[in-house]
């Protein structure tokens, strides 16, 4: 039976708890829309709990804070001392149940045991469980403990959860040495301990290192250069600047915080320089200290860098006082931690048994309900399962660098990125980002060159094309990552961050070519509503389709939409509904939905219709009271460009709909334009639609 509540708990600090809740959070919500989170007990009521503003704001629930956790720790232990432990329990199920009635799931995260003192001389946590009847995760902290104590951790606390009589989901351990981790794995095996799997995560030095935003935040700086994106620089350790510049150029290290007074001139102008230079590690910020703020010289010096990702700070306290406060600096995470996010979860999912956990503890949803953080999860899942190889041709471009760390983090893709090695890891670095999991190809010193050069020339001298011009072709980014596709060195391109829609597209259509039957390369875009996901189009591509070329991209989008689970109702849309209208335009979507009925007759299809009467089913009720689209269409077909980019974007901006395309279909292998106005989320987003679309080329 599966189960909606999950108890997840720690007995030590610093076990990786908030890890393991992102997990279970990310998976409960790509299934269920109402889920609900709650701590028995928080440390302090005066306080934000950490744990409890992240979870409530990164995954959008909708409860209160107050009603998200029960007691302090000195409530508590006054409580435990009073002999009022009932009370308590009874006043958690209170607050528990009100939650298990309003949700489809409660995920309770304990705080861990050594944040009580030793009055309470039992496993608060299970206890807690064992009484609100809920099944138990217990995670366990690996670091600085040998194979033989982890063990014998793992099997008192087995038989502690056994005895309580709580189901017992997994056991997870973390923060390990990978050096133990197979040793682990191998005597595991002869402890007999069978009830419940139990997953090894290795120790990420990142997620338990400080950022330069929680230096800010801590130290309440004032920033002085730098944008919000860049204080996202993980600051492996910090260092006084108290030497002249060209001994302190020797000294630096990537990922220095550099602390120095403020009148440093020198100093600045070193660690500016350093970051522009190829030759210098790339250091995380500048902190400066003393009030003292640099010369209106250097300011304007510095002001005028186009292209300058270093964050720098400033603090009123001296240096030695600074300095002692960094290094006091704990790590978080919060829902702006974009790369520790990316980082956990591919931890998370790399090492866990997603299918079980699934199985054990998500219902079915039931009622088709599908929101934007649904359809993520589920483009991300399905990716992860057959990794594929895109090809990413503008790795100039830092939306892109941002988009591929992510990737390789989450373990979405396998990313290709063209350009020279060095000079794209060195502008990664710049920007605090680690793509070294990816592929580089330089397509001027490649030893493809040659050959897609020579085998373009082949696919198109019978249109003209010289040798000459088919090796300058190769040249583009575009056109040498198309051939990688055509060849099968790559499963997938994206592209379209810097080129144009005709520049991703002509290549695709010169070298790959449309699928057989399919006579033109269309688009739609996946319009991810509160609670559903409907399919736009062709909003990007075609101008002013024909009645034919309407009726395939009706049946083409038809078949993209049913490849990511959207059961196609297909709206043929028009400025009239039924026969009341009539005109060029009316008629041309009249015969594009005839053809579309005679060529796919088990297709639910309905036109011309007003996009009202495909929606609303009230509408419909009035307007096709018989049709089995109009009121409950997914996939609305716009009879031009005009009508469907303008009617995407109005979506879009008046509804807070998450628009993801254009996604291109009718090619034989997947080539995606972006917009070039895209965010790091839509490329993820469109690489992971990629991959999908490149697995099912494999069927």
Known sequence: MKSDSLYISSLEKAAGSLIITMGIMELLKGKLNRVAFFRPVILDTKTVDNDIAFVLEKYDLDVKYEDAYGFSVHEVESLLAENKFSFFIESLLEKYKKLEKEYDFVVVEGLNSSAFSQTVDFDINLAIAQNLGIPYVSILTGKDKSASEILDEITIESDAIK???????????????????????????????????????EELTELDTPTVAEIKRTLNCMQILGEERDLRRVV??????????????????????????GDRSDIIIGSLASILSENFPNISGLLLTGGLLPHRSIKKLFSGFEQ???????????????????QNVKATITPQSERKIALAMGLFTSNVDISYLENKIVSDNGNGMVTPIMFEFR?????RANRKRIVLPESGDERILRATEILLRRDVAEIILLGDKKHVLDKASKLGLDISKATFVNPKTSPLMDKYAKLFYELRKHKGLSEDVARQSMEMESYFATMM?????????????????????????????????????????????DTKVLVYGDCAVNQDPNAEQLAEIAMTSAKTAAMFGIEPKVAMLSYSTGDSGKGEEVEKVRTATKIVHERETELLVEGPIQYDAAIDENVAKTKLPDSKVAGKATIFIFPDLNTGN??????????????????????????????RGCLVPDIVNTVAITAIQAGENDK
């Open 163 to 201: 005895a309580s009589g709580c189901a017992h989901i997994a056991t997870f351990v973390n923060r390990l040495d990978s050096k133990i981790i197979n040793k682990l794995k191998h005597d595991i095996i002869s402890l007999g301990v069978k009830e419940s799997p139990i997953y090894f995560l």
């Open 236 to 261: 492996r350790q910090s260092k006084i600047a108290a030497m002249k510049l060209d001994n302190f150029l020797e000294y630096i290290e990537d990922g220095d915080l550099i602390i120095v007074p």
């Open 308 to 326: 300058c990702s270093l964050p720098i700070l400033s603090v009123e306290e001296d240096t030695y006082k600074t300095a002692m406060k960094v």
């Open 379 to 383: 483009l991300f899942e399905r990716a």
């Open 485 to 529: 596709v055509h060849c099968g060195d790559a499963d997938g391109m994206v592209s379209g961050a810097i080129h144009t829609t005709q520049e991703t597209i002509r290549p695709a259509l010169q070298i790959i070519k449309t699928k057989p039957g399919v006579s033109i390369v269309s688009s739609i875009f996946f319009m991810c509503l």
């Open 646 to 675: 303008n009617t995407y974007k109005a979506v879009q901006r008046s509804s807070g709909a998450v628009a993801i395309g254009p996604v291109l279909q009718g090619l034989n292998k997947p080539v995606n334009d972006l917009s």
